[in-house]
């Protein structure tokens, strides 16, 4: 099916219209009918699409089971408060210089 994305299998570099690439193992992707796919068709399988637009409007999951009804689908986050932040080191004031350890007196 035209549209379909390939992913690289393994990690190569190749020569590619006069260019050194690298192709990253789970990384690199090219459409099908993209010219580096006739060069290199062994180099690369099908990609495994999580999330494609018929999912959305099928209400199936990746794995193909049906999802749950949409309120049961996405609770949202609990809000949080943010930690907070305590001194660590006594900081540089007028009255009380930093030192770099040296003591001179």
Avoid at 53 to 63: A, F, I, M, R
Avoid at 65 to 79: G, I
Avoid at 82 to 95: G, L, Q, R, Y
Wanted: glycine share 6%; no cysteine.
């Amino acid at each position: 099916m035209a549209g379909d994305i390939r992913v690289a299998r393994k990690t190569a570099s190749v020569v590619w219209r006069g260019k050194n690439i690298v192709l990253k193992q789970g990384v690199t992707l090219a459409r099908e009918g993209h010219p580096i796919l006739d060069a290199f068709a062994e180099m690369f399988e099908p990609a495994f699409v999580h999330f494609d637009v018929d999912d959305s409007q099928h209400g199936s999951t990746p794995d193909g089971s049906e999802a749950p009804p949409a309120a049961e689908q996405a609770t949202p986050a609990k809000k949080t408060t943010p930690a907070k932040k305590t001194a660590t080191a006594k900081k540089a004031t007028a009255s009380t210089p930093a030192t770099d350890g040296d003591t001179k007196a």
